[in-house]
Structure formats: C-alpha cells, structure tokens
C-alpha cells in the first residue's frame, strides 16, 4: 500500500479541526451543528486510522489539531487517538464534559492537551437548558487542581444571557475561567451573528462564487470539507485525509450555494492569537 504523504499546514491557517462524531449525548435547541444540516450517515474512522491520518500532518505549536463533534469522547477510539498522536502535535479538545473525569485522567496526562495560549486547551461549552452548573463546575475543578488546561464557555443565547452571565461569575468566584461565546443563528425571526458577508447564511438564495478557506475540516470518515456547511449538510467532500492522494490545496474553489453558509465560517471572530477580526473563509465573486 501507498504510504501516506506529509500534510503541511499552511502557514496562513487558522485551525485544524478532527470532526471524530457528529453524535452528542445533549440535544440542546440551538445547536450550531444542525444550522441546515441534512445529516451524515457515513461510518466512522476507527481509532487506528485517526491516528495514522493524524500523524500525517504537519503544523505548529500555535496551530493544534482539535478534537470535537458532536461530542468527541463518545468516539470508542477517543482515547487511542490522543495517546496514538505524536507528541509534537498539540491537542485541543472541545466538549461538554458529560464523560468520567476519573476515567479521562487515568487515560490522558495533563501535559498531553496543554500548550502555550491564551485560552484553555480543553474547552467546555455549558448549555443551562440541558445541563446543571455545579456538577460541572466541580468536575472542571477537579481537572484544573490535576493540572489540566480547562476552562468553560457559555453561548450568550437571547433566551439564557442572564443565565450565562450568572453562570460566568459563578465560575469566576471558583476560580474558573469562564467566556462568553456570541449566539449565532435565528432566533424569533432574528438573525443573530457578527458576519463578514450579507445575507450568507439566511437560507434566502442560492449564487455561484468562489470562496478559500484558512481551515483544514475533517469529517468523522476523514473526508474533508470546504467549510462547516458542507460537512454538516453532507455535501461532497474535496479530499480524503486518510487517502495516498490526498494533497492539501490553498486554492479558491467553486461554490454554488452561497446563501447557504454555515455561521461558524462567515462569522468575524477571533483567530488564535484572540485577535479580533477574523474570518475563516474568504469569498470573491459576490
């Protein structure tokens, strides 16, 4: 068999994203994973070949490879993967830590999802709807006293802010790192979001541009996508991260349905560095 090349990730990029699951173990109302979504039904990579498609690629200590979903844990390889990555490959997990806490510290060492940011490394998204503030507050505690990076995030959605904002001192009286995350979407009519393209995400029409990311997307089979709206509508991937062939290509490419943008990539929000003003797709032919 072919051996697989070396990805470099360019060095423009602003994020490496490992979809491992689209499944979640919450159904919370507002999800950004369902804006449009038509759904997936393709199997996932096993834990063995995460890790060797993984392994490929090439990055910096600024630029990990994040780990989400869904809810990545549930992946029954989630484990093998985080070991099974090379230790020059920076871990960043999103989740909302409904998982054993005792059990993740057994299986993952503090050093190994820990780097030099101005963010934690384990990010936990907190949804008041479907979650209880104070068990998972001392869950992030007892991560945090071990010497993990954590720190929690709430959706500021105009039915919970003030349930968010009473959540984030909560957390801070703790000693938590708690931050705010702008609700994207519709709500009541509303389209709520900071974006960098009119009207890209309302679902009102369709038009043929050309659009470049700064992401590397990675769907639960290794596909890998354009951008969000084209993996969580299950639209044809570009490439294969577990395939000889597959080559990462910093090009414009075709899009014919503009108008039908997922808001986490036309959404103005900060880069890596915390930088406000980034946009991770760019589109000309509008």
């Known amino acids: 068999m072919k051996a697989l090349s070396p990805i470099k990730i360019p060095d423009h990029y602003n994020y490496v994203a490992a979809f491992l699951t689209l499944s979640c173990n919450l159904t919370c109302s507002y999800c950004i994973n369902r804006f449009g979504q038509v759904g997936s039904s393709k199997p996932l990579l096993k834990g063995s070949e995460w890790v060797k498609a993984l392994n490929r690629i090439e990055s910096r200590p600024d630029l990990p490879i994040t780990l989400q979903g869904g809810e990545p844990t549930l992946h029954k390889g989630f484990y093998e993967i985080v070991n099974g990555l090379r230790p020059d490959l920076n871990i960043d997990l999103l989740t909302n830590l409904q998982f054993d806490v005792n059990e993740f510290m057994a299986n993952v060492s503090p050093e190994r999802i820990k780097r030099d940011s101005p963010y934690a490394s384990i990010r936990v998204s907190y949804h008041p709807e479907v979650m209880d503030l104070p068990p998972l507050a001392e ?15 709430g959706v500021m959605h105009p039915l919970q802010d003030k349930l968010i904002l009473d959540a984030q001192k909560y957390c801070q009286d703790l000693g938590i790192d708690f931050r705010l995350k702008e609700f994207l979407g519709e709500y009541n009519g509303i389209m709520y979001g900071t974006y960098r393209y009119e009207g890209a995400c309302d679902g009102n029409f369709e ?64 880069n890596r560095f915390q930088k406000f003003g980034h946009t991770s797709v760019e589109i000309e032919g509008l």
């Not at 869950?139 to 995030?153: D, H, M, P, R």
């Not at 969580?232 to 039908?260: A, K, M, N, Q």
């Open 207 to 270: 038009k043929h541009v050309m659009c470049k990311t700064t992401e590397l997307i990675m769907g639960p089979d290794g596909s890998v996508y354009r951008c969000h709206s084209d993996l969580y509508g299950g639209r044809p991937p570009v490439g294969d991260i577990t395939s000889p062939e597959y080559e990462l290509e910093d090009v414009f490419r075709p899009c014919p349905v503009f108008g039908h943008c997922n808001p986490c990539d036309i959404k103005v929000k900060t």
């Open 139 to 153: 869950k992030v505690l007892t991560l945090q006293k071990a010497g993990y990076s954590i720190g929690i995030w």
